[in-house]
Every structure is written in structure tokens, then in C-alpha cells.
């Protein structure tokens, strides 16, 4: 399957597998959230699927790349798959018991629509677990976000829309932290050639090609320094803990009365 920007990390290539793994743990985290019908916003390529969808009883997952839909669809014929773009969300109300929708919001525009839909589609009694950068961990500006949240930004918001919001977060083990720090550095080298902060300044559709270039490379330039690091790192290497500046990732517990 193809791999559009380097925003879809890709567990074909070597280079990726520290943010893969991160991405993936989300979904075991979830396990202990899953019940019901199920809906993923943004299911992307698949990435966590045979995670949640068997513990289920019904499961939906909604995208906007028509191509991922349909490879999906033949892989997973027992599950359901639609091509769609959000919010609006286009399904009835209290249709789901639980709802995931990792690394996701930080891509919509209309961030309060987007928690209102989940929030209406969402069964009273049900559960909805977004995932998202903690902006406090970012190495740069990423083009192809809207936006990023603080911890507490994230909550003060999903609290305007839910009956109950539970902010934790993912972290990392020393062999995470290590990683994380290399490409710190390795950004930081890079950036020191941005003397006129243009990343902050340009127009997000200019920067995108430059970002993924110099984000495949640094990447790359990662695994060669420290291919035994990049490789040996799993999902069983990320952990979900209680609110920290320090979290990679937000992970926002939502409960409906």
C-alpha cells in the first residue's frame, strides 16, 4: 500500500517503526475501552484494526482516501468501511457504544464541530478515546496540522462538549526517551538553518513538500546512526500515565451520561 506523506507512518519502512510502534500502542491501550458497536474516525491504513475491531460486536471505520478504504475492504471483509471527510459526521445519533479517533484532530479545521458530532453519535453510557501530539513535545512545526494541544488546552475543550473528560497521556521507557532525544538534536541541526523562523511564517501549503523531504531524510539519517535502536523499539516500549508535559501523545478518555 502506498505511503502518501511521511503523516502516514508506515510499518513497511525500517525508518519508521519508533513512531509506528507509538501509534500502534494507543490501540492496546484502548482494549480495555472497546465494547459494542464500534466506530474508528480515521482509520487510516489500518494500523490498529486486528487490535479492537475483534472485541466489537459491529465495526465501522471511516476515511477520506478512497484507495486505503478499498484495500481495507478486501483485507477485512467482515468489518465495514466508508470513504468519508469530517465533521460533519454523516451517521444518526447514539449509533455507537465506543468511538476512537487517533491522530486525528489535530488535522480538522472545525475542532469543536469534530467533538460535538462524536459527541452526538456517541450512545449515552458509551466511550470515545482521541489520541493527538502534545505540543509540548513537538521538535517543529508540523505543516499538516491544524493545530496541536497542550494537555489542558485539549481537556478545557473536550469539556465544553463532555459529561466526563479523562486526560492521560502515552510516554516512553529510557530506550523511547533516547530515541526521542536523538531527534531532538538531529531537528535542532537541521532548524539552525532557519535563521528567519520561515517555519512559522510560510503558508502551510508551501511547507509541506520541504517538511516531508527533510523529515524522510532525518528519519533515515536516524536508522543509519542507530539502526539497533530505531529497530528493536515496540509498542511494549510506550505506556499510558496520568497527565505529564512530558506525554509524546494526548490520550483523552470521553464518557457520555
Not at 478512497?66 to 471527510?85: C, G
Not at 473536550?158 to 473528560?165: E, I, K, L, P
Amino acid at each position: 500500500m502506498a505511503v502518501y506523506t511521511t503523516e502516514i507512518t508506515s510499518d513497511q519502512i525500517p525508518s519508521d517503526n519508533p513512531i509506528h510502534q507509538r501509534l500502534l500502542h494507543a490501540y492496546y491501550e484502548a482494549i480495555p475501552f472497546i465494547s459494542g458497536d464500534l466506530l474508528e474516525l480515521g482509520c487510516g491504513e489500518g494500523r490498529g484494526i486486528e487490535q479492537i475491531a475483534p472485541l466489537a460486536k459491529s465495526f465501522l471505520g471511516l476515511d477520506k482516501i478512497e484507495d486505503v478504504i478499498s484495500t481495507l475492504r478486501k483485507k477485512y471483509p467482515n468489518y465495514q468501511f466508508e470513504s468519508s471527510t469530517f465533521p460533519p459526521i454523516k451517521l444518526p445519533d447514539n449509533s455507537f457504544d465506543t468511538i476512537v479517533s487517533f491522530q486525528v484532530i489535530e488535522h480538522i479545521k472545525d475542532d469543536s464541530l469534530y467533538l460535538k458530532e462524536i459527541y452526538r453519535i456517541l450512545k449515552p453510557g458509551g466511550k470515545a478515546l482521541i489520541t493527538t501530539p502534545n505540543i509540548l513535545m513537538s521538535l517543529s512545526r508540523n505543516p499538516w496540522h491544524e493545530r496541536e494541544y497542550t494537555a489542558q488546552q485539549l481537556e478545557e475543550l473536550a469539556g465544553n462538549y463532555f459529561d466526563h473528560v479523562d486526560m492521560k497521556g502515552i510516554a516512553g521507557n529510557d530506550k523511547v526517551i533516547k530515541y526521542h532525544e536523538r531527534n531532538r538534536e538531529s531537528v535542532q541541526r537541521i532548524m539552525k538553518y532557519d535563521i528567519l523562523k520561515l517555519q512559522y511564517r510560510l503558508p502551510t501549503s508551501i511547507l509541506r513538500v520541504p517538511y516531508d523531504l527533510m523529515n524522510r531524510l532525518n528519519r533515515n539519517s536516524l536508522k543509519k546512526e542507530a539502526d539497533d535502536l530505531v529497530l528493536s523499539i515496540t509498542h511494549e516500549d510506550y505506556f499510558l500515565t496520568e497527565k505529564d508535559d512530558g506525554n509524546l501523545d494526548l490520550f483523552c478518555i470521553l464518557g457520555k451520561h
